[in-house]
C-alpha cells in the first residue's frame, strides 16, 4: 500500500485490505457480505488544506496526520438494511458502521442478475409468449436470415411518493425486441410492458402495461402483444455497421491526426499529480463520481479546493394516468428519473477509454471499484488527458505597421471521463487554459430512451423517431461541485447586473453601470441573463493592485430551463439542486453529496435541502467563509429523428474566468503563432501533392 | 473577365471597369472623383434560385439572365453628397446613379490622411506641447533609451441626437501616447481630449475635453495636461514581445501540429464553391461583410440562400454631462457606437490570414477592393477555410458486451476571417458538421478601448485596466442574416416552449409538453430561456415520414442581454436589431441592411426598422413566404485586468441545427474512430521516448 498523498484513489490493496477487514469483523463474520461501493473518503478540508499550505510552504514539522480511509457501502444476505462502515486503511480497523435508511446504489452484479432472473418470471415469459417471435425472422442482406429475441433493461424504481417506496426495495424493468445479433439496437423495438421486481430476489412485484395511444391515456391490455408486429423499415435504425443494412460509402473523410513531436506539455508525478501551464492539481479517479480535480492553483495561488460532477438527474415527462380514482402514478414512466451519479456511479459506467475517445498524446488514469464480492477491479483509462489546439486566443494587428502582429493560440488541457448509463452516454470535460479559466462542458450522446407507440400516432410531449417508437420529453440536469478557495480559504459570492445609470427612464440615454449585491446567506441565485447577471467568488481580503477592487473569479451559466415538475412532484421534493443554477453554502466535511448520500428510491433530498435549513437556523453569514458551491446546468431535451439511432452530441458548459483576479492578462507569455510553427499547407498545394507550402506568407 | 457564377466575388478587372465607367461617365468626367466602396451586388434572389434550382435539374434551355452588378459609392470634389452608382458589367454601362442622404463608410485613404493631419491642428499642436514630451524619456531594458510621441486614432463622429448630426460629415479623433517604437501599447497612455473635425477637410470643429474624475462629472481643464506624468509602471502593458519589459520564459509549450497525410476531405472548384461531408454553397468575399456563404445545400436539400455576418454596433457606457442646462451629450464618450460593419466595412480590416490564425492544411479566398482612386487592391487570403477535430460526436456501447463501441468523432469545416477595427479583433467563424449543424462563433480579442483617469479613481462604469486607464463597460451586439430557404422557397417561423402538461398547477406533477406559437406576422420572437423556448424554420410543405411533423431547422441562441440604452437614445433609434435576438419579415431585394446602408452619423435605422413598418402596413402573413431573418448575438463587456494589454478572447455563438428535417442521424455513416485511426500515444511511452505505443487497447 503506497499513500503519497491524501488524493491518491484507492489502488486494489486498499480494497482487499477494506474488503478483509468488513468481512472479518465480527459483526459481519457470520454473514454472506454484499459489496455495493467501496470509495477513497474525502480528507477533513481545514486539516488537509493546513497540510497543503504547510508542505507548499517548505515546512516539515507539526504537519497535520490525515490517515487514509475508505467507506465501504455492504448488505447482509441478500436483504436490507444497507450498512456504511468507514475503514481506516492506516490503522487497518473499521472506524464506525451504521445502518442507512434506503437502497445503496445499483450493483453492476445486482443489474447483471435482474436482467436475466426476470426473463424466467412466469409472469414475463408469459407476454414474451404472445409475441410469437419464433415465428418471426429478417433476412438480413449481409447476416443472413436472423430471428429476435427479447432483452431486459433494469433501472432504478424510482419514488412515486408512496409512503413505502424508500425503504423496500425495488427494481423497474423494461422489455425490448432485438435482432438475433450481440451489438442489434433493441432501442428501435420497445416493448409496451413493465416489470417490478424485488431488487435482491427478483420476486414478482407487479406488472405494468404501458399507453400506446399517444394520450397516454389507456394502458394496453396484454392481448395488445399478440403476434406483435414488427416493421420491417425498422432495420433502418440499427447503428453498428456489423447490423446495418443501409451503411452509405463514407464521405471521403481524410485521416486527421494531431502531431506533438517534442512530446506534451503536461507533468504528472506521483500518477496523479499534474503541472500544465502554471496550473497544478491532483485528478482522483472515485467511483461514484468518475473524477475530481482538487487543490487546484494557478500561478501559484489557490483557486478550488475540489472540482467535480456532484449528481445528476433525468427526469422524463409522462403524464400521471388515474386508472381508480384518487390513484395516480400509476403510468409507470411517470417516476422515470434517473440520478446517474448516486443510483449508479460513473466510476461504474466508465468503458475504458482509449479507442477513439480522443487523438494523439494521452495520458490515462485509472480507476478502482469494487464487486459484489469485495474484490478489486481495476477501470482502466477510466479518465484520459490531452492537449488540444483550439483556435485563436489573443490576436492584435497595428494597422498602422506593416508586418507585425500578435497571434496567441489557445492550448487547452482536456480531461475527460465518459459514463455509459444504459442508453445514455455522457462525456464530461474539464478544459483549463492558460487564462486561468476552466471550462466544464457536458456531451449527451448515445441512444434515446424509447417506449412503444401505435403507428402513425404522435403525442404532444414525444417525438416519434422510428416507426412505432417514440421518445419522450425529458431533461438532463447536472450538479457540479466547486469548493472555492480563490486566494485563500475564505471566499464570498456575488453578483453583477447591468443597470442603466440613471434613475429616471426618461433621463436614461447610454450609460449603464455594474450594480453588485452580495449573498449573505447560504442560498441561490436567480439567473437574470437579461441583466447580463454574473456571478462571482469573491476575495475581499486580497485587492488588485491595479483595478483596486477585490479580486475574484466569474461563473459563465447559460441561462437554461430548470427542473419542469409540479412544486408537489416527487422529483423536486428529491433533487433540489435541479430548482436553480447556482448554490453556495458553508462547507463542510459531511456535505458532500447534493442531492443526498443514497438517492435509489428515496423520498427526500437529504444533501442541499438538509443543509439550506440547517444554515438557515444557524443565519450564518456566508460573506468570507469557507463555502461550497454547486451550480446546475439544464439540457431540456425534445428527441429529434436526427436524434436517432445514436444522437449526435448535445452540449452544454459553464466556465469559471478570472475577473480583476490577475493584474494583467495571464496569458500573455505565450509563444506567437506563425505560418511556420503552425506548419500551414495551402490546398493549392496539397492539391499539387506537396506537403509544405509558403503560399500564406 | 470570368463570370463562372453569380456568386463570384469582384476581381481585379471587374474594379477598373466599375471605376472606368463611373470615371467616363457624363456626370462625373469633370470631377475628382474619390471612391469610398465597390462590391458586387447581390443577384436577385427569385431569379437567382430559379437559375439554381434549374441548373442543378440539369436544365440548359430558358435559364435565367443574371447580369453581374457592381455597386460604387464615391464623392465627388471632396465634398458631400454620396453617390451610389450600379454597374452592369456585362453590359459595361452605368444603370443608376442616385444621390444618397448621409456619409459612406470611412474609407482607408481619408483615415489615414486626417490620422495625420489632425496632429498639424494648431490646437491639437498646443495640447500636444503641454505635454512636454520632450523631455521625457523611457530606459528600455533591451531597446535603450527611448522618447515618447503623440499618436491620433480616427474614428467616426457617431451620432448625438443633434439634428445636422447625420449632415454635416465629420470625423472624431482620439489621442494617445506611446514609445518611439512602432509596436507600442498606446491605448496604455490615452489622452483626455478628442478632436472633432471635417471628416473631408480635417478643418477643426470642437476640441472635447473628458472627465477624469470618476464620475464623468467635469471635464478637465486643457492645464491638466500640462508635464503629464507617464507612470513608469505603464510600460509593463506592451504586448509586443519585442518592446515588453517583462517577457517572462514560455512554460516549456511544446508544438502542436495537425496531420492530414492523405490531403483534406473538402474540395473547391471555380475557387468559390466548396463541398464537402454533404455540403456545398459558395463562398463570397465581400468589403462590407467580409464574406457570405451562399445557395447552401446538405444532403441534396436547400436550406439557406445567403449567410453572412450583416451588421454590428459596439455602444459604450458614458454619462451624458450637462456643461450648460438643457444641453446633454457633451461627453464626448457618451456618442461612441461603432457599426464595425457598415461605417468601415470587415473586407476593409482584414489583415491576410495566414500567418498563425489556423493550423494545417487550409483553402484561402482573396477579396478585392478598391483605393480612394478606384484602383484595385486585393485583400490576401480574407478568408480561410480548414478542417479541424472536436471530439467525440456520436459515442455507444452496449453495456451487455465487450469489445464493440461506436464512436464517431466530429470533424469540422470552419470558415474563417478576422477583422482589425482599430483596437479590437473580431473572428468570425462558420463552423459546419457532419450533423446537418452551422455554428457561428465569434471571438473578440484586441485591445480594450480606453480613457484617461485619475490615479487611484475608479468609476461605476469602467474598470481600470493599468495605472491611470479606463476601459468603459460596453457592448458588442452582432447581427447575422440568414435567409432560409429549407427544403424549399417557402418557409415560416416558430417556437417552441416547454410548458407544464397540466393546466392546474396542483396537478401537475411531472409531465411537460411543447406548446407551438407561429409567428404569423413580420417581427420579432422574445427571447425565453427559461421556457427552453427554441426557434425554429419550419417548412410546412414538406413532412418528415417518420416523426409525422413538418420538416424543420431550429436556432439556438444563448440568451443575452441587449443594447443597454434608454428607449429615446440615439443608439435604439440607429440600431433596432440590438434590441431582439430573432428578427423575421419578408425577403426583398433592397432590403439587405439591417440598420441601413449607410450608417455612419445615420440618425436612423433605414433597414429593419422601416422594413417592419412596410410590412406591417401590408399586413402579409409570413406563414410560408420567402423569408429573411436576423439573429443578434449580445456581448455585455465589463472588461477585467486580464483582459489587458491585450484580451483573451471572450466568445459569443449560435447554432442552427436541424429537428426532424432528417429522418435519422445524417452523421452515422462516418468512420468509427479507434486507438490506430487516433494515432494515439500514451503518456508513460512519451516519456520514454517512443512516438507510437498501444498502451491504450
Ligand atoms: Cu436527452
Ligand atoms: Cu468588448
Redesign the interface.
Known sequence: MVYTDIFSPLVPADVELATELIKKHPKNVKDVVQFVQIDKLNPPRKQATKLVDMLRAGETEGLPVIDPKAYVLFYKNNELPLYKSIVNLKTKTVEITTEEEGLGPMQADFVEKL?KEVLELPQVKENIARLNLENKKFKHPTLGELGYNV?SETWMYGNRGEPEDHLKPKAQIYFFIKLDH??SNHYALPLPFTVIVDYFTCEFIDMLYLAMDGDDSTPITPDRLNDWVIPEDIH??E???DVRID???????????????????FN?TNNNKVEW??WEFYVQTNVREGFSLNNIYFKGRPLIWKYCLNDMIV??????MSTKPGE??KNAL??K?AFDVSEIGFGN?T?P????????????FDGCKADIEGKPVVVK?QVC?H???N???????????EN????????ELILQT?A?V?NY?Y?I?FIL?????ITTEV?A???LSTTAIEP?T?T??S?????GVNAQ?HQHLFSFRLDPRFDGDLNSVCY?D?V???DK??????????KRTWLEKSGHIE?S????R?YKFINENVI?P????PVGYKVEI?????I????????IKRAKFATKQFWAYHAADDRNYVAGELTNQSKEDTGLAKWLEEDEKSGKSIRNAELSCNITLGL?H?P??????????DKVEFAI???????????????????E???????ED??AGK?SSC???
Open positions: 436482467d432483452i450481440p451489438e433502418k435504425f447503428y453498428y455497421p451503411l452509405e460509402p463514407e464521405l471521403n473523410l481524410k485521416p486527421l491526426t494531431i502531431n506533438q513531436p517534442e512530446g506534451v506539455s504528472v501551464q502554471g427526469p422524463y415527462s409522462a403524464k400521471p395516480k402514478h411517470a417516476s428519473m459506467t468503458f477509454l482509449g479507442s477513439g475517445c480522443c487523438l494523439g498524446y494521452i495520458k490515462y483509462n488527458m492537449e488540444v489546439d483556435g485563436v486566443q489573443c490576436l492584435h494587428k497595428n494597422y498602422r505597421t507585425n502582429k500578435l497571434v496567441l493560440r489557445r492550448r465518459v455509459t444504459a452516454e462525456i470535460q487554459d492558460q487564462n486561468g479559466s456531451r450522446t448515445g441512444i402513425n404522435k404532444d410531449h417525438t416519434i423517431v422510428a416507426p420529453y453583477d447591468f442603466p445609470l440613471e427612464e426618461e433621463d436614461w440615454l447610454v450609460g449603464f453601470k455594474a439567473q441573463p437579461f441583466t447580463n454574473t488588485n491595479v483595478s483596486m477592487t447559460p441561462a437554461h430551463q430548470l419542469m415538475a409540479g412544486p408537489n412532484s416527487q422529483n431540456s425534445a429529434s429523428t436526427e436524434q436517432f439511432p445514436v444522437m449526435s452530441m474566468i478570472p475577473v480583476c483576479f490577475f493584474w494583467k492578462n495571464p496569458a500573455l507569455d505565450l509563444p506567437i503563432a506563425t505560418a510553427t503552425n506548419k500551414i499547407v495551402c490546398y496539397i492539391v506537403q503560399c500564406s506568407k
